[in-house]
């Protein structure tokens, strides 16, 4: 039994619910998504963040469809990045039980309000591309539609909170989502740093800086990249060093004291010295080695996955990560990300619980427009 097995979600996309509207159907949901003709999303990404849906173009959808549809579900993802075009406030009010979730470019009454917005503004908004790239060189942006990704995982957050709120109180309510507020979050380190020292934070590179000192992040090794960064954890450093050590090149890290020093308080020449021995002995081992030994000792060492990594991984294989989806355009197979995880529950869970129906005849719900 999935978690959300039952649960009816009618989907408004325009970019800024699509993946939470893919993660409930990850989870259970029948998800029906109206979508734009006239989206510029690669088809790629469309089919990543759509499939496992029943989709309805917009220019095809007309309010009566709509209507009937929101009357039926319990979930409603109401995307307001281009206003509301189809009366969806109107038409939530006639099903008290609708959980209504209203993702916006910026809050209903904050100075932005009605302003329009775009992966690429909000992500410039948020302060990411400000820290994100090599100094004095222009900002980047992450790679795909990372704002509109972060604000549907909250969009898919918020409905279930409304849903978990629905068994307790008996009815629906509306929750009002931000799409700056939402890309913001994952820039919550500045922010915490500005207002605990004063300092903004700056793009810096391969570098994380800290107190006096930057330490690098990411290292090539034999066979791809991995990051792991000196910190001041005294007992991962001594696991890294003995390892170092083991194999007869620690030089000068083998004598340092580390319970007695700050790395974030060492003159940078001291640190780039230091880690020119990390950075040597990391080229010539592979990512699975290095991995084995974070893995062992505590190093805190991540190896960096890429596509054919990922794609051949027997981890994920094992889990059942990738599943086989035929594209409705060309008929071709694509192997994208399925189940979000697996679960099991008995009939009286907390998963069976949250998606019971709210309504007993689901006929014309289950006939697609």
């Not at 800024?16 to 029948?30: H, K, T, Y």
């Not at 809050?107 to 917005?117: K, L, N, V, W």
């Not at 919550?188 to 590179?205: D, F, K, N, P, V």
């Amino acid at each position: 039994m999935s978690m959300l097995a039952g649960l009816r979600v009618l989907e408004v996309a325009d970019g800024l619910v699509d993946l939470g509207g893919r993660m409930l159907a990850e989870l259970g949901a029948d998800v029906i998504s109206v979508t734009p003709d006239d989206t510029e999303r690669p088809h790629a990404q469309t089919l990543a963040w759509h499939h496992g849906k029943t989709r309805i173009a917009s220019g095809t959808a007309d309010v009566a469809t709509l209507r009937r549809l929101a009357a039926d579900a319990d979930v409603l993802l109401d995307d307001r990045r281009r206003g509301d075009g189809f009366g969806l406030d109107d038409i939530a009010t006639e099903n008290p039980m609708l959980v209504h979730v209203v993702a916006s470019p910026f809050s209903r009454e904050g100075p932005y309000a009605g302003r329009p917005a775009n992966d690429l503004t909000l992500m410039a908004l948020s302060g990411l591309m400000t820290i994100v790239g090599d100094p004095g060189r222009p900002p980047l942006r992450l790679p795909g539609e990372q704002a509109y990704a972060l604000t549907g995982i909250q969009a898919a957050t918020a409905a279930l909170m409304g849903l978990r709120a629905r068994r307790g109180a008996g009815r629906g309510q509306r929750i009002d989502l931000s799409a700056f507020q939402s890309t913001t979050l994952a820039n919550y380190r500045e922010a915490i740093m500005y207002e605990w020292t004063g300092r903004i934070g700056h793009r810096t590179g391969n570098r994380l800086v800290r107190g006096k000192s930057g330490v690098r992040q990411v290292w090539p090794c034999a066979d791809g990249f991995v990051t792991w960064s000196m910190i001041d954890n005294p007992a991962m450093m001594r696991s890294v060093v003995k390892v170092l050590d083991e194999h007869g090149v620690a030089g000068e890290l083998a004598a340092v004291n580390w319970d007695a020093i700050l790395v974030a308080d060492e003159a940078q020449e001291t640190i780039e010295r230091w880690q020119a021995i990390f950075g040597a002995f990391f080229a010539r081992h592979t990512k699975a080695e290095l991995g084995d030994w974070s893995l062992a000792r505590g190093w805190g060492l991540s190896v960096i996955s890429d596509l054919d990594d990922v794609r051949g991984s027997e981890h994920l294989a094992a889990r059942g990560l990738f599943v086989d989806v035929a594209d409705d355009e060309t008929g071709a197979a694509a192997r994208l990300p399925g189940p979000l995880f697996r679960q099991g529950a008995g009939e009286d869970s907390p998963q069976r619980r949250l998606s019971r129906p709210i309504v007993a005849d689901r006929a014309h719900w289950s006939k697609r427009p």
